[in-house]
């Protein structure tokens, strides 16, 4: 059975939305765009009538690449202030047997029953492990023998206030929102491999207004920080000292400078509009130094963030969002913080850059929760599904 996903994600620069089909293990694009947002900073709503028109445009023009309406997604949301909290829960198992996907979930279920959220929302649930008539330390218990199931779970919740203004924003536009996730989920489980799951780790998305810092154990975030930098800072610096339109400075930024300045050609002209009646050429080595010096600034804030948020042994970094397309990132990563770090890569066709890893890993984090369960969910029907293979 193939499964068909939409993801979204509310970003300060653009509103990215990704429609999948699952074939088999492999995900196939159909449709995709970055649209450009207002409304919205951090990923926080903070205008909601400008946010949903922003969200209505990305919509239009998904729905006119796909050859049919998006009307469900998967929505992330901002791990800025959230809370994990551990719980736990005990059932027995239904038929006193094999332990289904419906046993999974109600013992999930049963972990939440009495936790209270005070001023803070749900947003998911992630079980650490399940324990079978005392046998612990069980991964996936589905299809195994038992009469007892229990499990530790770690409880992800948010403030109410900026949850709610997302979904108000969401339901505005038309969307039903079948699940929400962490943006930090999304980044990890877009850019993680196997071996991540069994240590110590971080991801740092360098986003447009800020710098988001998670923390990961065993592939289960625990600690999350924010670093008050993003790749806007680079514009506003590039701006200062070459006197261009903000507009401009992120042009060049983009489509000209490297990320190590020892890496740009100085030869290399870019002919800068300062005003309507004003020209100079830049090249690309200042450019580039500029651009260097910022982006050292935020890699070595979100390295002194990790060690605020944890003394456990960092086994691997993992670094996306939108700025770490520049060239030459990877070597200005190592010089940082070494071989340990790494730059994001998404090897799926139609979406390789890393400005989508949220968006495309809140679609796998919600496969992932849905195989726990033994359960199938897709989010057109059969004749919206005819329409989209028929474009």
């Not at 449709?31 to 028109?53: H, L, M, Q």
């Not at 903000?246 to 300062?274: H, M, P, Q, T």
């Not at 130094?289 to 804030?301: G, M, Q, S, T």
Request: proline fraction near 2%.
């Amino acid at each position: 059975m193939n499964d068909f996903y939409t993801g979204i994600d509310l970003g300060t620069d653009s509103i990215k939305i990704i429609v999948c089909e699952k074939l088999g293990e492999k995900y196939n694009v159909l449709a995709k765009t970055s649209y450009p947002s207002k409304g919205i900073e951090r990923g926080f709503v903070t205008d909601i009538k400008s946010a949903t028109n922003s969200v209505k445009g990305a919509i239009a023009e998904v729905n006119e690449i796909l050859g049919s309406k998006i009307n469900k997604v998967i929505a992330s949301v901002p791990p800025e202030d959230c809370k994990f909290d551990i719980v736990s829960g005990k059932v027995e198992v239904e038929d006193y047997s094999f332990i289904s996907g419906k046993d999974i979930s109600n013992v999930l279920l049963a972990a939440l029953k009495d936790h209270d959220f005070g001023d803070y929302e749900l947003v998911t649930s992630m079980p650490i492990s399940f324990t079978i008539d005392g046998e612990e330390n069980v991964k996936d218990p589905k299809g195994l023998k038992g009469s007892t199931l229990e499990t530790r779970v770690v409880v992800c919740s948010t403030p109410k206030e900026s949850l709610y203004r997302i979904l108000s924003v969401l339901k505005l536009s038309g969307l039903e929102v079948v699940d929400i996730c962490y943006s930090s989920f999304g980044d990890y489980y877009a850019l993680s491999g196997k071996k991540d799951d069994s240590l110590v780790g971080a991801v740092i998305n360098i986003g447009e207004n800020s710098t988001n810092v998670s923390v990961f154990n065993r592939g289960i975030q625990i600690k999350n920080g924010v670093v008050a930098l993003g790749s806007k800072s680079v514009d506003k610096d590039l701006t200062y000292v070459f006197k261009s339109k903000l507009s401009l400075s992120r042009e060049i930024k983009e489509k000209f400078a490297v990320a190590l300045s020892s890496y740009a050609d100085g030869n290399d002209k870019w002919d800068l509009e300062v005003d309507k009646d004003n020209k100079k050429d830049v090249n690309q080595l200042g450019v580039s130094k500029v651009v260097e010096a910022r982006v050292r600034e935020i890699l070595k804030l979100a390295k002194n963030e990790i060690k605020n948020l944890t003394n456990r042994e960092i086994r691997y970094i993992i670094i996306t969002g939108g700025l770490t397309e520049l060239a030459g990132f990877q070597y200005l990563v190592e010089q940082e913080f070494g071989f340990v770090a790494k730059v994001g890569n998404i090897t799926t066709i139609g979406i390789r850059n890393n400005k989508y890893s949220s968006c495309f890993g809140i679609i796998k984090y919600f496969n992932n929760k849905l195989n726990l369960r033994d359960k199938h969910y897709n989010m057109f029907t059969s004749d919206e599904i005819d329409e989209i293979r028929s474009v």
